[in-house]
């Protein structure tokens, strides 16, 4: 393990592969890479690219990074596809889509299932971006599955949030929906040279006029990522925003807060672990039968096989 450690500090991508392999699979020894890795990072800025499915992140991932590689800067990517409920599977198809980048050293790209989490992202998604992190990638960019309007847990993670927006679609509500919409650091109106662009802008803006006095409004930009148009703006745009960060003090709060959502979150996952494996199968099967039956409450259940470890 030492060995590997000390060939991933030096740069080694191989043990980056590796390290990040047991990482995502959840393993005692991934959790003890973490632990060695984890005082390495710290350094990154990560950022968050989500929208709905269709709106081209996975486009404008890859361009995003192109432009980062012309300014000379290093880019790790971790792109997460969405599981099959059925086979858990997942074709990992945002590889694809990002083809030219494979041979260019500096960049390195992660695809992740998404295994059934909610939230657009894979559960071992913030030990994975650690490991990234301490690799020292001037960038990390996230791309999360796209499914939805609710995929806020990118917001935990990333210090920039990029909210890509697609013109046409016929929805002329979608752009009034709270939720995914509020987490947004940045708004990318993709796919510009689309007629409906400047309608989807104009909506955009509207609705970031009903913010309360005195918050900061996101940039709204329009991009077209398959042809290179907007990228600039948009990597310009991210920097004033960690600048932001850093000179109002909003980047160690947002730091404390991400190492919150990740404390609870992994004593959530540890908690229901010993549960699992303090109570037989067939104890389970019977109080899922109970409740089933309408004989218990799911609450009451709940605190029966949370008893066995919390006492």
Same mark, same amino acid.
């Given at each position: ?32 890479? /973490?632990? &060695?890795?984890?005082?390495?990072? @710290? ?6 690219? $989500?929208? #709905? +499915? !269709? ?72 030990? /994975?971006? &650690?490991?990234?992190?301490?690799? @020292? ?6 791309? $999360?599955? #796209? +499914? !939805? ?80 148009? @907007? ?81």
């Amino acid at each position: 393990m030492d060995e590997l450690v000390q060939r991933f500090l030096s740069g080694d991508r191989r043990a980056l592969a590796r390290i990040i392999s047991r990482v995502e699979n959840g393993t005692p020894e991934g959790r003890e890479y /973490v632990r &060695a890795l984890f005082p390495h990072s @710290g350094k990154t800025h990560i950022i968050g690219v $989500t929208g #709905g +499915a !269709g709106s081209g992140k996975s486009t404008l991932t890859g361009a995003l990074a192109g432009e980062y590689r012309k300014r000379g800067k290093t880019v790790g990517i971790v792109a997460v596809d969405p599981s099959s409920p059925f086979t858990k599977g997942a074709i990992l198809g945002d590889r694809i889509r990002m083809q030219d980048l494979t041979l260019d050293p500096g960049v390195y790209m992660r695809s992740m299932a998404g295994r059934g989490a909610l939230g657009g992202l894979a559960p071992s998604i913030a030990n /994975v971006v &650690a490991v990234m992190d301490a690799f @020292g990638f001037d960038y990390v960019l996230v791309e $999360t599955i #796209g +499914a !939805g309007q609710d995929e806020v847990e990118i917001a935990a993670t990333a210090m920039t949030t990029i909210l890509v927006n697609n013109p046409g679609t016929g929805d002329d509500i979608q752009a009034l929906k709270a939720g995914i919409i509020e987490i947004a650091d940045i708004l990318v109106v993709n796919k510009a040279d689309h007629p409906a662009a400047d309608i989807l802008v104009s909506q955009l803006r509207a609705l970031l006029a009903l913010s309360p006095a005195g918050s900061r409004r996101p940039q709204i930009l329009k991009t077209t990522a398959t042809k290179g148009e @907007g990228l600039e703006e948009l990597a310009d745009a991210i920097a004033e925003h960690y600048q932001y960060l850093d000179e109002t003090g909003q980047l160690a709060k947002h730091q404390e807060e991400d190492a919150r959502h990740q404390v609870l979150a992994i004593t959530r996952q540890i908690v229901l672990e010993r549960i699992r494996a303090a109570t037989p199968d067939e104890e389970l099967e019977a109080l899922v039968k109970r409740v089933a039956a309408r004989e218990l409450d799911p609450h009451s259940a709940a605190e029966d096989l949370a008893a066995s470890v919390l006492i």
